[in-house]
T-cell receptor
């Protein structure tokens, strides 16, 4: 596609459930990033993938959060045993090397 | 390590007035600096960026920003606000040669008729 796509656009879940958020980056982009945007907060870096290198996971807030990128393309962010404080918009972005990041529209997660 | 501080979580201006959104950064190495805009229910769009060279950078929609190393600032300006400028604006910094971009908390711009 022409841009970064994310699915679902909205996800409502119950506390304690696991959720998976998907990101389809722009074809050919080597770098992929996940950010979290909470109400009234800026963008919080979570994780990034660059080519075949080991991902930088330094922003993941707890071991309930994990992400993978299969085949250097699609990425899935998984949150296990969701908590209410996980409610936020999760943004994915991709770029070619260190060029401009292109952001997706985000997934709005609500944990009840 | 890099960090970004945006002064003012909310800024309100009248239509036609000057827009000034403040951003200060800290970086142990020469930084790349960015301004992004987020319209309601949309993703972030790059407004402008500074990497090297001219310190006054022009972006889309009439916005510009000036990199001032001595003040560690990268304030965003627009001479005349338009209603369509109402959005949230994020300043961001990245270390030269690095990939991790650090974002500020954002400033929501309101434009009054």
């Amino acid at each position: 596609g022409a841009g970064v796509s994310q699915s679902p656009s909205n996800k409502v879940t119950e506390k304690g459930k696991d959720v998976e958020l998907r990101c389809d980056p722009i074809s050919g982009h080597t770098a992929l990033y996940w950010y979290r945007q909470s109400l009234g907060q800026g963008l919080e870096f979570l994780i990034y993938f660059q080519g075949n290198s080991a991902p930088d996971k330094s922003g993941l807030p707890s071991d309930r959060f994990s992400a993978e990128r299969t085949g250097g393309s699609v990425s899935t962010l998984t949150i296990q045993r969701t908590q209410q404080e996980d409610s936020a918009v999760y943004l994915c972005a991709s770029s070619f090397a260190d060029r401009e990041k292109i952001f997706g529209p985000g997934t709005r997660l609500t944990v009840l | 390590a890099q960090s970004v501080t945006q002064l003012g979580s909310h800024v309100s201006v009248s239509e036609g007035a000057l827009v000034l959104l403040r951003c200060n950064y800290s970086s142990s190495v020469p930084p790349y600096l960015f301004w992004y805009v987020q319209y309601p229910n949309q993703g972030l769009q790059l407004l402008l960026k500074y990497t090297t060279g001219a310190t006054l950078v022009k972006g889309i929609n009439g916005f510009e920003a000036e990199f001032k190393k001595s003040e560690t600032s990268f304030h965003l300006t627009k001479p005349s606000a338009h209603m369509s400028d109402a959005a949230e604006y994020f300043c961001a910094v990245r270390a030269t040669g690095g990939f991790k971009t650090i974002f500020g908390a954002g400033t929501r711009l309101f434009v009054k008729a």
